[in-house]
């Protein structure tokens, strides 16, 4: 880790960071605020910095897929069920956009489900040009765990899905994924017990994944994309195939967290990385 800022970078914000999954359509504003200012003061410190931001369903898509009846192996029951989880999807959207927009980043939201096709919670298709285009000119892409059309009748794609597509695309050098916790744990940092103390993992390579993931949970609230360990799993294939990437897993619950990970210094949390680095 260095500490030069890098050219650019993937952040999402975590559905359990901007929402609160265990109710219905709850937004953390005072949270999302501050992470759109954060992001600015990082932009504005660093001009030639260009970020693509993600952002969760949280409390939105999650909670309208598990009620409509979405399932990853069948899909949607009904083109009524797709869109009403889009539509979830996309009030969340425009919340995470005004708070952006408010602090000066010119964000602009790109839709998966405007090109997207995939199956099973996969992505096979998706329009890369808009990103492109977005970032040469200075603008922020906005992207989003959204619905995309599928054999089954549609899918739910993850952000991290989205950024594993993007990513050997854009090239970024680095992914930050914050969370409400502090990075990946042993165990559910959520729900310790004395038998079972829940213990930070630093650094996570594809050679210690399998070992890492045996004590990873699902998520807190609806998640119909699988939790922390499917998006660890997304990621650790990404740091394979793209050697110098690396991926921070952290608390965006942390203030001035994001902004020093933007300018490249050093934070809590957990890193995955193609190997062991110093």
């Known amino acids: 880790m260095t500490d030069e800022p890098t050219r650019l970078i993937f952040v999402k914000f975590g559905g359990s960071l901007i929402t609160d999954k265990t109710a219905r359509f709850a937004v953390r504003h005072q949270v999302l605020t501050r992470l759109a200012q ?18 969760g369903s949280g409390s939105f898509g999650h ?34 956009r005004a708070a952006l927009l408010a602090a000066g980043v010119p964000a602009v939201s790109v839709p998966p489900s ?12 998706l329009a890369v040009e808009p990103y492109e285009r977005l970032l040469a000119w200075g603008g922020v892409p906005l992207t989003y765990g959204d619905v995309v ?8 794609v993850s952000t991290e899905t989205i950024f594993r597509f993007l990513a050997p695309k854009l090239r970024p050098v680095r992914i930050l994924l914050l969370g409400d916790v502090a990075g990946v744990y042993t165990s559910d ?15 996570i390579t594809p050679a210690t994944w399998t070992a890492a993931r045996s004590g990873l ?36 619950l942390e203030p001035g967290m994001l902004r020093r990970a933007l300018l490249g210094h050093r934070v ?4 995955i990385r193609g190997a062991e680095s110093t």
């Open 268 to 271: 809590t949390g957990t890193w």
């Open 149 to 156: 059309m599928a054999p089954e009748g549609g899918t739910v």
């Open 38 to 55: 954060e992001l600015a003061e990082a932009m504005a410190h660093v001009p030639e910095l260009r970020v693509v931001v993600g952002h």
């Open 63 to 96: 909670l309208v897929a598990r009620e409509t009846g979405y399932r990853r192996e069948h899909g949607f029951p009904s083109a009524r069920a797709l869109a009403h989880v889009g539509d979830a999807a996309a009030r969340l959207n425009a919340v995470v």
């Open 189 to 203: 940092p959520h729900t310790p017990s004395e038998a079972c103390s829940p213990a930070l993992i630093p650094t």
């Open 217 to 252: 949970a699902g998520a807190r609230g609806a998640d119909v994309t699988g939790g922390m360990a499917a998006k660890v799993n997304e990621m650790v294939a990404l740091v394979r195939a793209l050697p110098g990437l690396e991926v921070l897993v952290a608390s965006g």
């Open 114 to 125: 405007a090109s997207g096709t995939g199956s099973r919670g996969e992505l096979y298709t």
